[in-house]
């Protein structure tokens, strides 16, 4: 079993940025690849970035590569999402998820852990 802990969100103005912070704890963290998806109101959970486990492979939504970079600190069970020149399209809920097995995935399926969601709100 994973626990996953997000933190980092808030309002910021467009242009701006935030870093957002999973805290793991439970099983070994760095035997698991880790994900980040968010979901805006009405609409369905999208993937945002993945980091295989040992922070070797990363791949990101269109939507977001060249903005946001994902990073991983073993050492400290924490994954962490970088996002630059936010936009307004950015305002969702953003998860982190741990995925029981190496290998990066974009799917939500795959994903056997999630976080609780922290809000990200992105003013015009």
């Known amino acids: 079993q994973v626990q996953l802990v997000e933190s980092g969100g808030g309002l910021v103005q467009a242009g701006g940025s935030l870093r957002l912070s999973c805290a793991a704890s439970?099983?070994?963290?760095?035997?698991?690849?880790m994900g980040w998806f968010r979901q805006a109101p009405g609409k369905e959970r999208e993937f945002v970035a993945a980091?295989?486990?040992?922070?070797?492979?990363?791949y990101y939504a269109n939507s977001v590569k060249g903005r946001f970079t994902i990073s991983r600190d073993n050492a400290k069970n924490t994954v962490y999402l970088q996002m630059n020149s936010l936009k307004p399209e950015d305002t969702a809920v953003y998860y982190c998820?741990?995925?029981?097995?190496?290998?990066?995935?974009?799917?939500?399926?795959?994903?056997?852990?999630w976080g609780q969601g922290t809000q990200v709100t992105v003013s015009s």
């Open positions: 980091e295989s486990w040992t922070g070797a492979g990363t």
């Open positions: 998820a741990a995925k029981g097995s190496v290998g990066l995935a974009t799917t939500a399926a795959s994903y056997n852990y």
């Open positions: 439970g099983r070994t963290f760095n035997n698991y690849a």
